[in-house]
């Protein structure tokens, strides 16, 4: 089993810059997950936003972020990052990290066995 807790969160205005952490702790060995990002905005669905595979190879992306967002590992850290620029109001939303037992580029939360509890990030104009 494995704890997932997020953290870099903030208020950012439009255009700007944030770097999202996602660290792992427990039994289970980080490299061992596949791991994704996915936000929720107020109101709206959970949505897929990046992953990445258990080496960090491989990754996938929502189009709504393509160019914009990088995700990537560090498996001596136990950590993934998600690094968002260029952000826009829409961004807005809390997000959150989440593991998946198989090695997959998965978009769909079902995908997915554990999840942090998110953290909030605010566009402003």
């Known amino acids: 089993q494995v704890q997932l807790v997020e953290s870099g969160g903030g208020l950012v205005q439009a255009g700007g810059s944030l770097r999202l952490s996602c660290t792992a702790s427990?039994?289970?060995?980080?490299?061992?997950?596949?791991m994704g990002w996915f936000r929720q905005a107020p109101g709206k669905e959970r949505e897929f936003v990046m992953s990445?595979?258990?080496?960090?190879?491989?990754?996938s992306y929502a189009d709504s972020v393509k160019g914009r967002f990088t995700i990537s590992r560090d498996n001596s850290k136990s950590t993934v990052y998600l690094q968002m620029n260029s952000l826009k109001l829409e961004d807005t939303a809390v997000y959150y990290c989440?593991?998946?037992?198989?090695?997959?580029?998965?978009?769909?939360?079902?995908?997915?066995?554990?999840w942090g509890q998110g953290t909030a990030v605010t566009v402003s104009s």
């Open positions: 989440a593991a998946a037992r198989l090695n997959i580029l998965g978009s769909r939360s079902t995908a997915y066995d554990y």
């Open positions: 427990g039994r289970s060995t980080f490299s061992s997950y596949a």
């Open positions: 990445i595979n258990r080496s960090g190879g491989m990754t």
